[in-house]
């Protein structure tokens, strides 16, 4: 069967930035109660002045998500004292990472319609930049004529209910290591392992030998 010309299967996700991620979880997890379900611990990826920072996922319904990105040691930007986005504007000098932290991306169904979308960018004025692979996703990255950048992704496989509870003590730790001294990766990974140890007899299936 011939596939339609309009392959796009909606939004996989909107990203953003974050200075607080202890006060982003309470607000999309605790006050929405949109569940954690997803994150990567992204430790040493990019060039050497990339920071090493958590991206993690709410479910928000309808298979779409919102996602954030904390950076480990970068300062707040802009006045965090003003109402509204003030931290989401981007004032000068902001760096090329946390520019490229603002995307939308928008799923397809596999690998053909992957490859299709990169046809016609590369076809057009707005080629593919990036083709990547990161843990269960593949995505194809460009930034249309207003700046911004799209990315169009596939799943490589399903997310299992394991990575699901990974990432709930992945964001419980952040939660706890940002509002301390000098947040890093490193503390971020001690704490998860604390709690991973805390939690181990929760996780006993019943009827488990003892």
């Not at 997803?38 to 990826?45: E, M, N, Q």
Request: hydrophobic fraction near 40%; glycine fraction near 6%; charge should be negative.
């Amino acid at each position: 069967m011939t596939k339609p010309e309009h392959r796009v299967q909606g939004v996989d996700h909107a990203a953003f930035p974050t200075f607080d991620p202890a006060a982003t979880v309470r607000f999309y997890r605790d006050v929405l109660r949109f569940p954690v379900v997803h994150s990567i611990c992204a430790a040493g990826w990019g060039p050497d002045n990339h920071p090493d920072f958590i991206h993690f996922f709410f479910d928000i319904g309808g298979g779409d998500r919102i996602a954030f990105f904390y950076y480990f040691g970068l300062e707040p930007i802009g006045d965090a004292e003003l109402p509204g986005d003030s931290w989401a504007r981007l004032p000068a000098g902001a760096p090329e990472y946390f520019v490229r932290s603002r995307h939308l991306a928008i799923h397809v169904a596999d690998e053909e319609d992957l490859l299709e979308y990169r046809r016609r960018l590369d076809d057009s004025n707005w080629p593919v930049e990036m083709q990547v692979m990161h843990e269960t996703i593949e995505s194809i990255y460009t930034h249309d004529p207003n700046g911004y950048m799209v990315e169009i992704t596939r799943a490589l496989r399903p997310v299992t209910p394991q990575e699901d509870l990974d990432a709930e003590l992945t964001i419980e730790a952040l939660c706890d290591v940002a509002q301390g001294d000098s947040p890093s990766m490193d503390k971020l990974l001690t704490r998860k392992a604390e709690l991973i140890v805390e939690k181990a007899a929760d996780w006993v299936p019943a009827g488990a030998a003892q």
